[in-house]
């Protein structure tokens, strides 16, 4: 049996019906294609998702610098999230950025697209937060440090440093200090190692940005010098300009008490041996005081 060939009219409508269906299929495909990159807002070039947190294994063995001997630390003792780790870190800022968020105690050096790297760190306990923008400027191996007049005066002890302590282990600035200033002027603030590293996740400091050694030193040798450096607001916004700490109220000194002696008895060498009762009495004046 031969199979009827279709007529122009039926031929026109299964071409009609073919193209209607690949126009529907190209129009879902394209749409779930874009789907992939348009979020709320408008369109956005698609990001790697983010993964997990992969902490530098070793970070924090013994070590031996400029004949300085550093301890090893024991890594179960310091938080999970205060530990050296790689991790996906949203920002648009450029490579070698510091971005440093208080409220979390978190120092983020910026890698790559979306990349970094986090340090734990101590920052300003209350009234000595800071939040701006700065550049480093300089950078030194186990620095001297010197306290400030107005940390003396809170604490006395720290006056056998006035002239500088010369770096080392027991050092504040530990292994490194990073210098920081904002619009050329300094104002006092570094990122910088210490000794006390269990105080590092805390508001411990006078305002400057503590750091373990070994992670101080992992930083300083990733910087040149000119890098950007971001401390975020307390409620981790972006700053929008330079907010530092009140100055402290100076302590008013009361003047010491003058101390008049007594006048001492007049000598006549011609009434020695003479009873007191003999003796004349010394005039005396009377001064009248008028007026109010």
């Known amino acids: 049996m031969l199979l009827a060939l279709p007529n122009r009219r039926t031929h026109y409508f299964m071409r009609a019906t073919l193209n209607a269906f690949c126009k529907t299929v190209l129009t879902l495909g394209l749409a779930a294609l874009l789907s992939a990159c348009v979020h709320e807002g408008g369109m956005s070039t698609p990001t790697a998702k983010p993964g997990a947190p992969k902490e530098v294994e070793g970070a924090y063995l ?42 979390q105690r978190v120092l983020h050096y910026v890698t790559g697209k979306n990349q970094a790297l986090r340090y734990g760190i101590s920052v300003g306990r209350s009234g000595f937060e800071w939040s701006g923008t700065a550049v480093v400027t300089e950078k030194k ?11 003396i005066a809170r604490d006395p002890k720290l006056a056998k440093w006035k002239d500088g302590q010369p770096g080392g282990p027991t050092n504040p600035l530990g292994a490194r200090a990073i210098y920081l200033t904002t619009n050329g002027v300094d104002y006092g603030y570094r990122i910088h190692g210490t000794p ?34 971001v401390v975020l607001t307390r409620d981790g ?15 008013k000194v009361e003047p010491a008490p003058v101390v008049v002696p007594a006048a ?29």
């Open 237 to 251: 916004q972006y700053p929008t300009r330079l907010s530092l700490p009140p100055p402290a109220p100076v302590k």
């Open 264 to 292: 001492m008895p007049s000598f006549n060498p011609l009434l020695q041996g003479v009873p007191p009762a003999l003796q004349a009495p010394a005039a005396t004046t009377t001064t009248t005081t008028t007026g109010g």
């Open 62 to 103: 013994a070590t031996k610098d400029a004949n300085i001997d550093i301890p090893a630390l024991p890594v179960e003792e310091i938080p999970q999230q205060f530990r050296r780790q790689s991790v996906y870190f949203e920002t648009n800022e450029a490579p070698g950025t510091i971005i440093i968020n208080p409220s």
């Open 141 to 151: 191996p186990w620095p001297t440090w010197t306290p400030p007049k107005e940390m």
């Open 196 to 229: 006390e590293w269990r105080s590092i996740g805390r508001n411990a400091s006078s305002g400057c940005i503590r750091m373990i050694n070994q992670d101080v030193i992992d930083l300083y040798n990733r910087l040149q010098g000119g890098e950007k450096v």
